[in-house]
């Protein structure tokens, strides 16, 4: 069996977009499970109401917004409690999965590739690109201290922000794929962070998918840096792929441009410096 876990904010109708495409279209046994990260609408009564009845899927709800990491590690944690199964896919609300045999594919990847973790492809419905791998490297500790002094100069002169938008032109961040073909299967390369399949050997070895210190942002390449340090296996796999559509849930909280970017801002600098904090512990 196969248990999708898919964070939930807000966005009621995305949502349901997301989980009716896994339901329709993917073939093999499953469960599905929607963690709503404590939305400040109606949308977890939704939930409840609209899958009521339904045997494949549970709706769990967080006493308060866990963030990305501890949002998905709750589902995780609830699922490894309740469930058996070999593979646990972690995914984004704001994705479609088209593809029939998308779990058959995976267990022939396993069978054939033992892995950790795997990568699909990710193809991106708003800048029409192929978003995996995420990038050609992970961050050395330099890059990542160079980062947090940018970002902390961001948010203290949050109110010149859009005034000091040349300051992106000089942070150094690792390259990040952005491609019109889907490409060749890599291995050991950071992954997009919307989309993980985590394997029965992760999941044996592992309580959380992520690393919780963390509320949004840098999940992806923390989870590349411990990846590495415990020999696993990271692959990126596309001959199975999900649509992307993007940003909806913090869209939907932050319409204005400004209070989203100080949002995304203050997050990046808080989970920089608790990944800084990581890999200098790992270099004593």
Request: hydrophobic content about 35%; charged content about 30%; proline content about 2%.
């Amino acid at each position: 069996m196969v248990c999708f876990i898919i964070l939930h904010y807000n966005v009621f109708e995305e949502t349901i977009k997301c989980v009716d495409s896994i339901l329709k279209n993917v073939e093999g046994d499953k469960k599905i499970i929607i963690v709503d990260n404590c939305s400040k609408n109606d949308s977890y009564i939704q939930l409840l109401e609209y899958y009521n009845g339904n045997t494949v899927v549970d709706v769990l709800k967080t006493e308060s917004n866990l963030g990305f990491a501890n949002g998905n590690n709750f589902g995780y944690h609830y699922a490894k409690d309740k469930y058996e199964f070999d593979f646990c896919i972690v995914m984004n609300n704001d994705m479609e999965i088209l593809q029939k045999d998308f779990i058959k594919k995976i267990y022939e990847k396993y069978s054939n590739e033992k892995f950790d973790i795997l990568g699909p492809d990710i193809y991106s419905t708003k800048v029409k690109k192929h978003q995996n791998p995420q990038a050609t490297k992970n961050y050395t500790l330099k890059e990542l201290k160079r980062f947090r002094a940018i970002l902390f100069l961001r948010n203290k002169f949050k109110h010149l922000f859009f005034y000091l938008s040349y300051i992106k032109k000089i942070i150094k961040k690792p390259k990040i794929s952005g491609n019109d073909q889907k490409g060749e299967e890599i291995v050991g390369l950071p992954l997009h962070g919307s989309c993980y399949v985590f394997s029965k050997d992760f999941i044996k070895k592992h309580n959380k998918c992520f690393y919780d210190k963390t509320f949004m942002y840098q999940e992806s390449y923390i989870l590349h840096f411990l990846t590495m340090k415990n020999n696993e296996k990271m692959i990126y796999f596309p001959e199975v792929q999900v649509l992307h559509h993007e940003d909806v849930s913090t869209d939907s909280v932050y319409a204005k441009k400004y209070s989203k970017y100080i949002f995304i801002n203050k997050c990046l600098y808080d989970s920089t410096k608790v990944f800084i904090k990581l890999m200098q512990k790992y270099r004593k």
